[in-house]
């Protein structure tokens, strides 16, 4: 009985040495099989985005350390170009795609990873508070050209916006604007942080931001009585909202997969909200 057990004993713990050599080879294959994601991921697109997208590109990094992202202004209308030509993995749009940007880029896929409130804001020293829609409509069609028509001081208003091609100007135009044109001698800049600043520095000045630039260097004016808020965009009752999209065209690729859905996780959308975006879950 005592040989028996000893004998037991002993292929016992052969089998259990060629278990351990056997497992050991396993984890290295599965290490090798299992390997994380490498390589490159570029976004051009929306300045409005922009920012965002950066803050969400680091995170992405951090879990992602052989993957390097790339990120880009130019545009929403250079962002739809872009990954619809092949020269960006992601475009980025701060507006709804148009109609026609769809039929001529037929397999363009849309992924809408935020909500964005548009505010009117002044100068600082504006003493206006409040605009009808229609008010702000006039304002920037330049029918009303001096603020003591709507309620402000004897000064010229003087109008900042965003270039053409711009998501936010194309929003802000589709949503205020209808069937109005903007002035032709409004001051053009590039992207949301240079209307800030020059509406910041120009006494009369008056613009629109997206809800990530809004701060102290301006004024916001409420449109209907209603305030440019986080809490009343989420409500319905601010309703100058628009998407925030990313758009890829045609088979994304494993690393581009990754990352939007990242973006999309409770982790990508809990950054959305601390940049001062609406989430979309």
Not at 92 to 107: F, G, T, V
Request: hydrophobic fraction near 45%.
């Amino acid at each position: 009985m005592k040989l028996f057990t000893s004998r037991f004993l002993t292929i016992v713990t052969a089998l259990a040495l060629l278990i351990a050599a056997c497992g050991g080879e396993g984890e290295e294959a599965l290490t090798a099989t299992d390997e994380s994601l490498e390589g490159e991921l570029n976004l051009v697109g929306s300045t409005t985005v922009q920012p965002l997208a950066e803050v969400l590109a680091e995170s992405f990094e951090a879990l992602e350390p052989s993957v390097v992202v790339y990120v880009q202004g130019g545009g929403s209308s250079v962002g739809v170009r872009s990954a619809a030509d092949g020269s960006a993995n992601i475009g980025m749009a701060s507006r709804e795609i148009k109609p026609s940007e769809l039929h001529e880029y037929p397999e363009l896929i849309v992924h809408t990873i935020a909500r964005d409130g548009i505010a009117v804001v002044a100068e600082p020293g504006c003493t206006a508070v409040s605009l009808t829609k229609e008010q702000v409509k006039q304002v920037f069609a330049g029918e009303i050209t001096n603020w003591n028509e709507i309620g402000g001081e004897n000064l010229i208003i003087t109008i900042v916006a965003r270039e053409e091609g711009s998501g936010t100007r194309a929003a802000f135009e589709d949503m205020i604007m209808e069937d109005a044109l903007i002035v032709d001698n409004a001051i053009l800049q590039p992207s949301n942080g240079a209307v800030r600043t020059t509406i910041s520095v120009i006494p009369g000045a008056i613009g629109f931001l997206s809800f990530g630039y809004l701060d102290e260097q301006t004024k916001v004016i409420a449109i209907d009585g209603v305030l440019p808020t986080e809490e009343n965009a989420v409500s319905g009752e601010y309703s100058v909202v628009r998407p925030l999209n990313m758009v890829t065209y045609g088979e994304s690729g494993e690393i581009v997969d990754a990352f939007l859905n990242f973006v999309m996780s409770e982790d990508g959308q809990a950054i959305v909200i601390e940049e001062g975006y609406l989430p979309i879950i």
